[in-house]
């Protein structure tokens, strides 16, 4: 360190400058930007000491030169956000979480619902609240049978509850083996996941990369 503080002042800028330069051309889109001067066809065509001195000759260009390359990676990164935004399916998506956020304003904050009465789960006076779509598949992904299989389940439609404004949920839920193990009921416009387990089954603990697989499996079954 001190060897480097020992260095002339224009050497450090010049250090600070390409290594600025280096970390801005790790950037994925900028990367993209470098390499694609050649095609693949050209790539496939051209000898490969050709192509080696060509994207040599790129990297060192755009090392010296990588402010005036800056903006154009910046707007493309811009430009690619509101393509994004602009696309039906996101937006789709953003309105949904959005209706389902206003919903569970409302919505409790406790493992039953204030109110409900039955078992808790199976009675559809006694729902299981989640927070939201998500949140519900998450929560039927962690049930367990007592031989601690994991339970299969499908969604057979909405209902209304009498402890609950909002619609509930119901599925039929069966054991690995095809028994069935009941109709359970889940009122997913609420502020959190239960922690609490039907009689007869338990919850387990998922990582989040877990439950997305669960919820993507979930959306195609609907599908």
């Given at each position: 360190?001190?060897?480097?503080?020992?260095?002339?002042?224009?050497?450090?800028?010049?250090?600070?400058?390409?290594?600025?330069?280096?970390?801005?051309?790790?950037?994925?889109?900028?990367?993209?930007?470098?390499?694609?001067?050649?095609?693949?066809?050209?790539?496939?065509?051209?000898?490969?000491?050709?192509?080696?001195?060509?994207?040599?000759?790129?990297?060192?260009?755009?090392?010296?030169?990588?402010?005036?390359?800056?903006?154009?990676?910046?707007?493309?990164?811009?430009?690619?956000?509101?393509?994004?935004?602009?696309?039906?399916?996101?937006?789709?998506?953003?309105?949904?979480?959005?209706?389902?956020?206003?919903?569970?304003?409302?919505?409790?904050?406790?493992?039953?619902?204030?109110?409900?009465?039955?078992?808790?789960?199976?009675?559809?006076?006694?729902?299981?609240?989640?927070?939201?779509?998500?949140?519900?598949?998450?929560?039927?992904?962690?049930?367990?049978?007592?031989?601690?299989?994991?339970?299969?389940?499908?969604?057979?439609?909405?209902?209304?509850s009498p402890v609950t404004s909002s619609l509930v949920d119901g599925y039929l839920i069966s054991h690995a083996d095809g028994t069935a193990l009941g109709t359970l009921y889940v009122?997913?416009?609420?502020?959190?996941?239960?922690?609490?387990?039907?009689?007869?089954?338990?919850?387990?603990?998922?990582?989040n990369s877990q439950a997305s697989a669960m919820f993507n499996r979930q959306e195609e079954t609907q599908k």
């Amino acid at each position: 360190m001190s060897s480097l503080l020992a260095l002339p002042v224009w050497q450090l800028v010049l250090i600070g400058y390409l290594v600025t330069g280096a970390i801005i051309m790790n950037i994925p889109r900028a990367r993209r930007e470098i390499f694609s001067i050649l095609t693949p066809e050209e790539i496939e065509s051209m000898p490969r000491w050709k192509v080696y001195s060509t994207f040599s000759v790129e990297l060192v260009v755009s090392l010296a030169l990588w402010p005036l390359f800056v903006k154009e990676w910046l707007f493309g990164i811009s430009t690619l956000l509101r393509e994004l935004q602009a696309d039906e399916g996101y937006q789709s998506m953003v309105a949904i979480n959005k209706a389902m956020a206003e919903l569970s304003i409302d919505g409790c904050d406790t493992d039953e619902i204030p109110g409900s009465n039955g078992d808790f789960g199976y009675d559809i006076s006694n729902p299981v609240p989640t927070q939201g779509i998500q949140g519900s598949t998450r929560y039927l992904g962690r049930l367990r049978a007592q031989d601690g299989t994991k339970v299969a389940y499908s969604r057979i439609g909405s209902f209304t509850s009498p402890v609950t404004s909002s619609l509930v949920d119901g599925y039929l839920i069966s054991h690995a083996d095809g028994t069935a193990l009941g109709t359970l009921y889940v009122a997913p416009y609420n502020k959190r996941n239960s922690t609490k387990a039907p009689e007869g089954l338990s919850l387990v603990l998922v990582s989040n990369s877990q439950a997305s697989a669960m919820f993507n499996r979930q959306e195609e079954t609907q599908k």
